[in-house]
């Protein structure tokens, strides 16, 4: 079955413990990318990656990092999470129709940082 | 800068009834435009793509419009059942092909049986 995949789906931990989020597709997908959704804010990008090795900044970069070794997994990673960073991530791989991208979305991540 | 509206109003509509609803957008002309579904805590599913040079778009009882003078789109539901109630997305491409989206906040849809 084709699918996005995240793990873990909920995650409650401390400010400023270290956690990386992980996401894999198995859609042979060469475009990735990870949202943050906030009541009254909507789906805002964090990070994109249009390949292997190749990753750039969304809207919210601050405070994450990504890392492409592999087409299939795009982990986000939180080095020193804080209490703002609560909130529901998705991860998405995208397939360029005519240079158009529809996006697959995973299940989500419930962060809460305490 | 580049600003999507939807209402923020949820929609409530009776079973069986056709179910619009609206996305505009200023400051930009996309190159298309789409439309998702999301149901609560859990992902958006995409569910159509339209392009600039395109007016109209369906599947099944689905369709979507595109007026890039208006700069609207419009997201009909015919024959509307329970199961559409959900939160409806839209978003745009960013100028320059930039692989940034640009999504709505969304617009909850009920459909009373």
């Known amino acids: 079955e084709a699918q996005v995949t995240q793990n873990p789906r909920y995650l409650i931990t401390v400010t400023g413990k270290k956690l990386t989020v992980t996401c894999s597709q198995n859609?042979?997908?060469?475009?990735m990318s990870w949202y943050r959704q906030d009541p009254g804010l909507g789906l805002r990008q964090i990070y994109y990656?249009?390949?292997?090795?190749?990753?750039d900044k969304g809207d919210v970069p601050e405070g994450y990092k990504v890392s492409r070794k592999e087409k299939r997994n795009f982990p986000l990673i939180l080095e020193s999470p804080s209490p703002n960073q609560t909130s529901l991530y998705f991860c998405?791989?995208?397939?360029?129709?005519?240079?158009?991208?529809?996006?697959?979305f995973g299940p989500g991540t419930r962060l809460t940082v305490t | 800068s580049q600003k999507i509206e939807q209402n923020s109003e949820a929609l409530n509509i009776q079973e069986g009834k056709t179910a619009t609803l609206t996305c505009n957008y200023t400051n930009y002309s996309p190159a298309y435009l789409q439309w998702y579904r999301q149901d609560p805590g859990r992902g958006p599913v995409f569910l159509l793509l339209?392009?600039?040079?395109?007016k109209e778009k369906r599947k099944e009882r689905l369709k979507v419009t595109f007026d890039t003078t208006l700069k609207q789109s419009l997201f009909h539901i015919t024959a509307s059942q329970p199961a559409d109630s959900a939160t409806y997305l839209c978003a745009l491409d960013r100028a320059g092909g930039s692989y940034i989206p640009t999504f709505g906040r969304g617009t909850s849809l009920i459909v009373h049986p």
């Open positions: 998405a791989s995208s397939i360029n129709t005519g240079g158009a991208y529809e996006q697959y």
């Open positions: 990656s249009m390949n292997v090795e190749v990753t």
């Open positions: 859609m042979n997908h060469e475009y």
């Open positions: 339209i392009r600039e040079n395109e």
